[in-house]
């Protein structure tokens, strides 16, 4: 079988200049998808590769059709170079076994492999178990899209969903999210800053600075002499050197796309970024945005911008807070400097190696690029769109407002965006205990009928007064309530003993005759638990219990960390 005639490419993607166009046929043949993509169609035009397998002929049909038709359906460039990639790594193995590999038996080659993976991650720790998970994942549900199953293949493996740990929603993590985040988007600032339509046209390094005393070199294309130098394996000519000098003018001196690409597609994706950062769209949504004649109308506390067409009002297509018009229309001037402002190009249009323009939503490479060289955590999209949303539900406290504003549903953005904040948590808990708990749980052990305090009669000028913070304030307070039940009684008992640690570390004035509050609470304590002592055997039993407990140094939970700072103060004095 002439492998020729059969067409495994993907005509409908758009290839840079030194971009390997994607074809599926090497996957045909043994040893083909280990084989390096860049050779690999001249290998098999020299026969290297041995006979396609028909037996595989079927199955690898089916796969280019599916992701091929996701391809033309709108679907994610990357998510299909993904698809590819994994077929490319399971056909490798199954080469590397000397398996064979149909239609029909590709259900059973499918377990072994998992069977593999697992092996990877449990004895040779090569693989980790979010890889294991996500690499058997994508696999079966191509698969089973190809052998048109019901039921999933992973199913029938022994590879698992991994336990979520959750996420930290501590207030450090918290904070040092916030910190990362605004970290870079500082350097997306300074970046653009520094990309002015003189330095990308400037002679070669552009330098930029940055707000921390850093410094990037972007050369643009143009390798760094001391990288060039260090290639050399042997002394050049003259006529090599005056060779290498006259490239090297030429292409400092030539201000065009061609050499320029690198530093306008810096630009646009950080530009990109920062768009995504203030109006909240996807990154399908921005990538795909085209140029209009765009019109702001005043709305809450920035623009509604519009495209008008035809003198009607035309549709909203995003907004921007009032403080962003001023950099969008800064950068819309830098696009025309390199782009034609025709209608329906895009607003930010990415440039392949060659000056094509990428349709496809870009992958920020340029941006990670300089991330890595500076040790700066980068914050993808979807990120920069979660950080917005739950900082404006963190301000605002109005989920529906947030969620219009997103163009989400309610639903939606609590059950995807919304990440829990202890703070706010602490807060809403305490209003709905307010709103449906008849009775209040007060600082002391106990309940409280109104959160109103009042002193009660007859009470020491020196004892705490009742506030609804201290505990020792609610002992005095007319709104507090003892609890029938040894738990209670045993919550006494520990408070008490907690006040006699407080006293025994106070140093009185030699002429000092007032009587310290921890004295005052620890006499109504004792009175309290006379009175439980006296009024029936049950409670008299809960007495003595409760005192074996703190004799034994077992305190109620309540008090048992104070008392275990009090008891180490006291050692220390």
């Given at each position: 079988m002439n492998s020729s005639d059969i067409d495994l490419t993907f005509p409908m993607l758009e290839y840079g200049a030194t971009e390997t166009s994607w074809d599926l046929r090497?996957?045909?043949?043994?040893?083909?998808?280990?084989?390096?993509?860049?050779?690999?169609?001249?290998?098999?035009?020299?026969?290297?590769?041995?006979?396609?397998?028909?037996?595989?002929?079927?199955?690898?049909?089916?796969?280019?059709?599916?992701?091929?038709?996701?391809?033309?359906?709108?679907?994610?460039?990357?998510?299909?170079?993904?698809?590819?990639?994994?077929l490319r790594k399971f056909f490798a193995w199954i080469d590397s076994e000397a398996g064979n590999l149909s239609f029909e038996s590709v259900a059973d080659t499918f377990i072994s492999w998992t069977e593999h993976l697992r092996y990877r991650h449990l004895v040779e720790r090569s693989l980790s178990e979010r890889s294991l998970y996500d690499l058997a994942k994508l696999t079966a549900t191509m698969l089973d899209r190809a052998l048109d199953r019901q039921a999933s293949l992973s199913k029938n493996s022994r590879i698992r969903k991994p336990r979520s740990r959750g996420k930290v929603h501590s207030g450090k993590a918290d904070k040092q999210n916030l910190h990362d985040t605004f970290a870079f988007g500082h350097l997306l600032t300074d970046v653009c800053n520094a990309l002015t339509p003189e330095a990308t046209i400037g002679p070669l390094p552009v330098i930029i600075r940055l707000r921390t005393g850093q410094v990037l070199e972007q050369w643009s294309g143009l390798p760094r002499p001391e990288k060039a130098a260090a290639r050399r394996t042997?002394?050049?000519?003259l006529a090599q050197i005056e060779t290498s000098r006259s490239t090297r003018i030429a292409w400092n001196e030539d201000k065009t796309p061609r050499t320029r690409y690198s530093l306008i597609n810096l630009r646009i994706e950080s530009e990109l970024l920062i768009f995504i950062a203030q109006t909240g769209l996807n990154l399908q949504q921005a990538h795909t945005l085209r140029l209009e004649?765009?019109?702001?109308?005043?709305?809450?506390?920035?623009?509604?911008?519009?495209?008008?067409?035809?003198?009607?009002?035309?549709?909203?297509?995003?907004?921007?807070?009032?403080?962003?018009?001023?950099?969008?229309?800064?950068?819309?001037?830098?696009?025309?400097?390199?782009?034609?402002?025709?209608?329906?190009?895009?607003?930010?249009?990415?440039?392949?190696?060659?000056?094509?323009?990428?349709?496809?939503?870009?992958?920020?490479?340029?941006v990670l690029s300089i991330c890595r060289e500076l040790g700066i955590t980068i914050v993808g999209p979807q990120k920069l769109r979660g950080t917005r949303i739950?900082?404006?539900?963190?301000?605002?406290?109005?989920?529906?407002?947030?969620?219009?504003?997103?163009?989400?549903?309610l639903e939606t953005l609590i059950?995807?965006?919304?990440?829990?904040?202890?703070?706010?948590?602490?807060?809403?808990?305490?209003?709905?205990?307010?709103?449906?708990?008849p009775s209040l749980s007060p600082p002391a052990p106990g309940r409280c009928v109104s959160a109103t305090p009042e002193s009660v009669d007859a009470m020491s000028e020196n004892a705490p007064r009742p506030d609804?913070?201290?505990?020792?304030?609610?002992?005095?307070?007319?709104?507090?309530?003892?609890?029938?039940?040894?738990?209670?009684?045993?919550?006494?008992?520990?408070?008490r003993h907690l006040k006699s640690l407080e006293?025994?570390?106070?140093?009185?004035?030699?002429?000092?005759?007032?009587?310290?509050?921890?004295?005052?609470?620890?006499?109504r304590l004792t009175a309290k638990l006379r009175f439980y002592e006296e009024s029936s055997e049950v409670r008299r039993l809960w007495i003595e219990e409760a005192k074996a407990r703190i004799c034994e140094g077992d305190y109620h939970p309540s008090w048992d960390g104070f008392i275990r700072l009090a008891e180490l103060r006291r050692r220390t004095l």
């Open positions: 090497p996957l045909l043949f043994r040893g083909g998808a280990a084989a390096k993509v860049k050779h690999v169609a001249r290998q098999i035009a020299r026969g290297e590769m041995g006979n396609p397998l028909p037996e595989r002929i079927e199955l690898v049909t089916r796969l280019h059709q599916l992701i091929a038709d996701d391809l033309t359906g709108g679907g994610s460039r990357f998510s299909a170079k993904n698809k590819i990639g994994v042997r002394p050049q000519s004649q765009f019109h702001y109308t005043s709305h809450l506390d920035g623009y509604q911008v519009r495209t008008y067409k035809n003198r009607r009002e035309g549709e909203v297509l995003f907004e921007i807070f009032a403080s962003y018009r001023e950099w969008f229309d800064r950068y819309l001037k830098w696009r025309a400097d390199w782009f034609s402002n025709e209608q329906d190009e895009l607003l930010f249009p990415l440039i392949r190696c060659g000056g094509r323009i990428m349709e496809s939503a870009p992958q920020f490479t340029k739950n900082w404006l539900l963190r301000e605002s406290q109005n989920a529906h407002q947030v969620a219009e504003l997103a163009q989400h549903t059950r995807v965006y919304a990440a829990p904040h202890p703070q706010i948590a602490m807060v809403e808990i305490t209003r709905f205990h307010q709103q449906t708990d609804c913070i201290n505990a020792a304030g609610c002992l005095f307070c007319t709104q507090h309530r003892d609890i029938d039940s040894q738990d209670h009684v045993w919550s006494l008992f520990s408070l006293l025994a570390c106070y140093g009185p004035p030699t002429l000092a005759k007032t009587e310290h509050p921890a004295l005052l609470v620890i006499e």
